[in-house]
């Protein structure tokens, strides 16, 4: 191996081993390598962050992480909430259940686990202890629900990686539909057998079917919301960049003028959170972006397909060894700066292997996203423990039966390649 490529290497676990912000990291290394090792001119990185940024992509995250600051702004998360309850909360763990049911009708907006840890796990743990749920159960369940953010589109990876791979980002959206389910139930036939030997727990009681309707009708604007985003994007009335668009005008309508939890004097602020979140996702791409010329420079990722070929002539041995380091990569990088980076080097090796890209792209996000809850940095664990007031190796221990589901249900689409290409191939011919 070159030197300049350990130097490089060591630069960069170094850095990161440090704390030192990500986009630093990728931005200066990449810059070191370009300048120093290799000898460009480093005036060409402003052309390298410009065309990083001239991505008609890139606006489909800004409305995105707009609307769903819009939502926790205002009451739609709420009523999510209060559906979810309605429909499962009189069955034992149904609270618990609910929880999970609102995670995969938050994450159907807003793209991010962050967001749904924060406005639904915010919401959730106190209430799950309230009422007299063990402590570590509600916050191991709402610490990795969240997950389903990333994985039920719009998910902000998954567009990243649409953007990387030049992959159809409709298409590619309704591969996160049939795993997210398969997680949701999984997560939730858990809480149920957990739940029924609890006698103590309270149970919600089995609502009328006059309180379901009324809770529906309640909640009718907010159900909407992702009946509009996907019902026009697969009905070919808007793309997925104008639906993004659509989606954060309707939340702003919704919220403003129907259930009036949101004052105009809050749109700023709403609005100004947004760009601030945003900023922080774009400087990060931009980084990435020095530090991936870099590698196409010096012919990385050919190099490491070319090695990783001669040695594994298994697609499912290949499959289960990236599995396991982009799960040891998630424990240390966020999805965002991993799937950037990460892909370009990954995505070379596919046709080799006979792997379709799709089904890998999603395996990616599912393996990055479940490092969102685990040790030692994973960023789910911290906001939970906040909430609950409960230290990191607390936290840890309640997460751990969640993500023993999590991983099985990731073996699974590892090896049923068809579950995940199911909508892709039904909707769209994909494949044929």
Not at 4 to 24: K, N, R, W
Not at 28 to 43: E, K
Not at 122 to 148: C, D, K, N, W
Request: hydrophobic share 55%.
């Amino acid at each position: 191996m070159d030197t300049s490529y350990l130097i490089i290497l060591a630069l960069l676990l170094g850095a990161l081993a440090a704390t030192v912000p990500v986009f630093i990291v990728l931005f200066f290394v990449g810059l070191a390598g370009l300048g120093y090792f290799i000898g460009i001119d480093p005036m060409i990185v402003i052309e390298v962050l410009y065309r990083s940024m001239d991505k008609f992509a890139l606006i489909v995250v800004l409305f995105f992480v707009l609307c769903g600051n819009i939502m926790t702004t205002g009451s739609i998360v709420e009523k999510l909430i209060k559906t979810a309850n309605v429909l499962v909360g009189s069955l034992p763990g149904g609270l618990a259940m609910a929880g999970i049911l609102a995670c995969g009708f938050f994450g159907a907006i807003s793209g991010s686990t962050v967001a749904t840890v924060v406005a639904i796990g915010g919401f959730m743990i106190p209430a799950l202890i309230r009422h007299r749920y063990p402590e570590q159960f509600s916050i191991g369940v709402m610490t990795t629900a969240p997950i389903l953010g990333v994985v039920i589109p719009p998910s902000i990876a998954m567009i990243l990686y649409a953007m990387v791979t030049n992959v159809s980002l409709e298409a590619f959206f309704l591969t996160g539909f049939m795993p997210g389910l398969l997680i949701m139930a999984a997560m939730s036939l858990y809480a149920y057998f957990y739940c029924r030997r609890l006698p103590d727990i309270d149970l919600a009681p089995k609502p009328s079917p006059a309180e379901v309707f009324k809770t529906l009708k309640d909640s009718f604007w907010a159900l909407m919301l992702p009946v509009i985003i996907f019902g026009g994007i697969y009905s070919g009335l808007f793309t997925a960049n104008e639906a993004a668009v659509v989606a954060c005008f309707y939340a702003f309508f919704v919220e403003i003028v129907i259930h009036r939890d949101m004052k105009l004097t809050q749109v700023k602020k709403v609005v100004v959170s947004s760009a601030v979140t945003s900023s922080t996702l774009l400087i990060i791409v931009a980084g990435a972006s020095v530090f991936g010329e870099y590698l196409t420079f010096e012919q990385i990722p050919g190099q490491i397909t070319n090695a990783v070929v001669s040695n594994i002539h298994s697609q499912w041995i290949f499959l289960l060894a990236v599995g396991i380091i982009l799960l040891l990569i998630g424990m240390f990088m966020d999805i965002i700066s991993a799937t950037i980076i990460l892909t370009p080097i990954l995505y070379p090796m596919l046709s080799r292997f006979g792997i379709d890209p799709m089904h890998f792209g999603l395996l990616m996000t599912v393996n990055l996203g479940i490092g969102y809850a685990t040790p030692p940095l994973g960023v789910s664990l911290y906001i939970a423990g906040t909430v609950a007031n409960r230290n990191i190796l607390y936290v840890t221990k309640a997460v751990a039966p969640f993500l023993l589901i999590q991983l099985g249900v990731l073996l699974v689409l590892t090896f049923w390649p068809d579950f995940v290409l199911f909508l892709p191939r039904w909707l769209y011919g994909y494949g044929d």
